[in-house]
């Protein structure tokens, strides 16, 4: 069992589920929790005729259904391995992994606008604070299986990957510190620069971004100077383009850290219509990595 090879070799916890032993203690004991409160509630809405407790036990405790969630999302396995892994049935995997991944977004939130989006005192105050530092933005394509019909097909091809992908966009802080906001799944062709407007609308209008060639022509966004046809770079521009690819290296750390998780990197095997929850989830475990987001004990 996964689990018991965890609570054996805990140092081994982060090569395996993507988090630390730590903080993977902190990530079960709020979704134990959480889980307990959303049973609680669904009891008290109905009308019970059997004694609670009833109906077929199941083979796994909840530290392991959550532990399941967590090595599919970074592993990847099909759910059939899946469940020869933790010794349970195909469909009873594929059920447990379905059924806790909600949980896990709900308590993980994906960004840091997204954990204080709720208080809108602190939302202004940080959307303030961040207009200090020039964020960085990038994007990120994953392929997917081609669409049966034929209009989709043409939607979701991607010319620069040569195949059917879905496209997200992160913005990070400066040395990859923070997850400030994401945008997740759109179309494969669909361009950085229109992503980013969008994205942009939930900063303050004097927020400065750093970004590549791609996002060239938007606003308050620096980006890298582009060699006009028959003519050189000065050697000014040259050392700007070098000194601005050092400060965006960091947003690829960041990408790099989500595709990390298998399931953001291969090609996703899951139904389309839960492609952004599993991907905000992702984007929350690389949060509680990186130690941006900290969960209570």
Same mark, same amino acid.
């Given at each position: ?13 982060? /090569? ?6 730590? /903080? ?7 979704? %134990? ?5 959303? !049973?609680? !509630? ?17 083979? *796994? ?13 970074? /592993?990847?396995? &099909?759910?059939?391995? =899946?469940?020869?892994?933790?010794? $349970? ?14 949980? =896990? ?5 994906? &960004? ?16 303030? $604070?961040?207009?200090?530092? %020039?964020? *960085? ?7 997917? @299986?081609? +669409? ?5 097909? /043409?939607? @979701? ?26 945008? $997740?799944?759109?179309?494969? +062709? ?11 609308e939930k900063f303050d209008k004097s927020q400065p971004f750093s970004g590549d060639k791609a996002y ?9 100077? !582009?060699? !006009? +046809?028959?003519?050189?770079? &000065?050697q000014q521009q040259k050392d700007e383009n070098k000194a601005l690819s050092s400060n965006r290296i ?6 790099? =850290? *989500? ?10 095997? *899951? ?10 989830? $992702? ?15």
């Open positions: 069992m996964v689990f018991d090879y965890i609570e054996k070799y805990p140092h081994r916890t982060k /090569q395996i589920l993507g988090i630390s032993y730590e /903080q993977l203690q902190s990530l079960l004991n709020c979704a %134990r929790k959480r889980h307990q409160d959303i !049973k609680a !509630k669904q009891s008290s809405q109905k009308i019970r005729i059997n004694a609670p407790g009833g109906g077929r036990p199941t083979k *796994l405790s909840m530290n392991e259904q959550v532990c399941l969630c967590l090595f599919y999302l970074r /592993q990847m396995p &099909t759910f059939q391995v =899946l469940g020869m892994m933790f010794g $349970v049935s195909k469909t009873e995997a594929n059920d447990t992994f379905h059924e806790w991944i909600p949980i =896990l977004r709900d308590i993980l939130p994906s &960004t840091l606008l997204e954990q204080v989006s709720n208080n809108e005192s602190d939302l202004l105050f940080v959307q303030e $604070v961040l207009t200090n530092f %020039r964020l *960085l933005v990038d994007s990120l394509e994953q392929p997917i @299986y081609r +669409p049966s019909d034929q209009q989709e097909q /043409q939607e @979701y091809f991607s010319g620069k990957k040569r195949q059917h992908t879905l496209k997200s966009q992160v913005i990070g802080l400066p040395e990859a510190k923070d997850i400030v906001e994401v945008e $997740v799944g759109a179309r494969g +062709p669909t361009a950085d620069i229109k992503m980013f407007r969008k994205s942009q060239q022509g938007g606003e308050n966004i620096t980006t890298p100077h !582009k060699r !006009k +046809p028959k003519q050189e770079l &000065t960091f947003i690829e750390h960041l990408i790099r =850290l *989500l595709k990390i998780f298998r399931i953001a990197s291969q090609r996703f095997r *899951l139904k389309t219509d839960i492609y952004e929850q599993i991907i905000l989830t $992702v984007c929350g475990l690389v949060r509680l990595r990186i130690g941006s987001l900290v969960l209570p004990n």
